[in-house]
């Protein structure tokens, strides 16, 4: 399988403010975004594209739900829609509104593209789903569903750009003959373990493009027992409600391989507590050698 092409995203802060209204587009791509926070919505409103066909995304966080709110909606005009919402719903504070530049789509295009986003927001499980049920897909040609399918991948592409992480899929295949994913066939991956015995704690993880996946079979703590207030903990709470690190005796396992973006996001969660990754993971071949000698002789004979 041939790796990813890069692709290039235009992102326009519209006030000049990183927190307010911004616009996305990738290049070569019909699909626009703009994403508003509630405060600004009425100026968002106003804007062309909140008329025209498309699907939204309502976003916001619940004292109740480790892991952040969504509601995914379609709509012939979705800038109406979303105020019938800001009626009767409090709980949003960030809406995205996803249409094209030339108001192309139509009823049976956005009902597909609102199906098949809460089809990946369930399989991610990274968001609290506020739809009630995954609405069916319509029947499309088989040329249009083709065209909607990328589109969907052009916006699974840009929503993490614009902060938006909930559709990203941690939960990651296990290796086979311990090589990488697809985009690596025939790169080894290299293993780490990490070892605390007063709690309990053994965890295997292997390196795979670019990610830290701890692997199934990995025991963590069963709660959180670092800061409350830490970073890591809304981490370890969001693994946990996503259902991949569950109870088992006095400890946690991991029941599938998860991928983190360091060791020491992995660390901390296998730990319940925050964690040194660079020197608590070690080098399954040779025990000795901490993931930071082993990165540092890396990079070391890479400048040779």
Do not use: C
């Amino acid at each position: 399988m041939n790796a990813a092409k890069g692709q290039s995203l235009e992102l326009f802060f519209i006030d000049g403010t990183p927190d307010g209204m911004l616009t996305a587009e990738i290049f070569n791509w019909t699909g626009h975004v703009l994403m508003t926070p509630r405060t600004q919505l009425a100026e968002a409103l106003r804007r062309a594209e909140a008329s025209y066909t498309g699907v939204y995304l309502l976003l916001g966080e619940s004292e109740e739900s480790s892991l952040p709110l969504v509601y995914i909606g379609e709509s012939e005009d979705v800038g109406e829609r979303i105020r019938n919402h800001d009626s009767k719903l409090d709980w949003w504070t960030k809406v995205i509104l996803i249409t094209t530049s030339a108001n192309n789509l139509h009823k049976a295009h956005v009902k597909y593209l609102e199906s098949r986003l809460v089809e990946e927001a369930r399989r991610a499980g990274r968001f609290k789903l506020m739809n009630g049920n995954t609405p069916p897909r319509p029947s499309l040609s088989e040329a249009a569903k083709s065209n909607m399918e990328q589109f969907v991948e052009h916006v699974l592409l840009l929503l993490p750009a614009i902060r938006v992480d909930g559709f990203l899929l941690k939960i990651r295949p296990q290796s086979v003959n311990g090589l990488g994913s697809a985009h690596t066939e025939g790169i080894p991956s290299v293993e780490f373990q990490l070892r605390t015995p007063r709690n309990g704690v053994t965890g295997t993880a292997k390196l795979v493009d670019g990610e830290f996946v701890v692997q199934p079979g990995s025991v963590g703590r069963t709660t959180w027992e670092g800061a409350p207030e830490h970073n890591y903990k809304k981490l370890f709470d969001e693994v946990v409600a996503n259902g991949v690190f569950i109870p088992e005796g006095t400890n946690r396992v991991f029941k599938e391989a998860y991928a983190f973006t360091s060791p020491s996001a992995a660390g901390a969660v296998l730990n319940g507590r925050p964690t040194n990754g660079p020197e608590s993971w070690r080098l399954a071949s040779d025990n000795t050698k901490t993931y930071r000698q082993w990165e540092f002789e890396k990079l070391a004979n890479q400048s040779t």
